[in-house]
């Protein structure tokens, strides 16, 4: 089995948008439906500062959801686009953007909308868990390549398709310790380190890493690891010529 990659489909799902537009209102309670983001963002970023210089660097976050991602990388010193589909992702975005006087271009936008307008004009993407909420990652995944620099970086995090992953990210996460919300993953959705290595040899890119990233449901921490299984953390770049 693979992950569905259908070159006419959307760019992206209506359920999958209104899901998380509805939950909005929630996304800054660290203790609520998106605690393990809360728990996973602080590795994520220092995984990102760790391999690319973000001072001044213009950066986009695809896929921002309530902030979470592009704060952290404004507060690195990037100069951050963030853009997401869910208009009230985007408005409380804004207003936690706004008490944290932070400076944060958001927009009610895809990636599409954007490579109309900008391509080759990030130093630095970023798209954390959207992939396996797209119709066509692979598709998805060229998009975001494009609005790369020549030299840039992107980084994507997502979920494995392996047995592990269905039980630990899907029925032990979803369904028996309650920490995401119920039929938040598809496992038919979720994307194989080779399929994005794959996807990402066509449409020009380089894998340069690929890091496992663990959540600990009992101590609620998480971790860089060697083992992909599960979670894991893909830096790809684009070639300078």
Request: negative net charge; aromatic residues 6%; charged residues 20%.
């Amino acid at each position: 089995m693979t992950a569905r990659t259908d070159s006419h489909a959307p760019s992206s799902d209506p359920a999958e948008v209104a899901r998380f537009d509805a939950l909005a209102h929630r996304f800054w309670d660290p203790q609520g439906e998106f605690m393990p983001l809360h728990r996973l963002n602080p590795v994520r970023a220092e995984f990102v500062q760790a391999r690319v210089p973000l001072r001044s660097a213009r950066v986009l976050d695809v896929g921002c959801g309530g902030g979470l991602m592009a704060e952290s990388l404004c507060r690195a010193g990037a100069r951050v686009s963030a853009i997401d589909l869910a208009p009230s992702m985007i408005e409380v975005a804004r207003l936690h953007a706004l008490e944290a006087g932070l400076e944060i271009d958001y927009r009610v936008a895809s990636s599409t909308d954007l490579l109309a307008s900008e391509p080759g004009a990030y130093d630095v993407v970023t798209c954390m868990e959207m992939l396996e909420h797209v119709p066509a990652p692979d598709r998805t995944l060229a998009e975001l390549g494009a609005l790369l620099r020549p030299g840039g970086s992107l980084f994507v995090s997502t979920i494995n398709r392996t047995a592990r992953a269905f039980a630990l990210a899907i029925v032990g996460a979803e369904y028996v310790a309650n920490l995401l919300p119920r039929g938040t993953h598809e496992f038919e959705r979720l994307i194989r380190p080779s399929e994005l290595a794959g996807w990402a040899r066509s449409c020009g890119l380089t894998l340069r890493e690929l890091a496992g990233l663990a959540f600990n449901p009992l101590t609620r921490q998480a971790s860089l690891t060697r083992d992909p299984s599960v979670n894991y953390l893909a830096w790809l770049s684009r070639p300078t010529a």
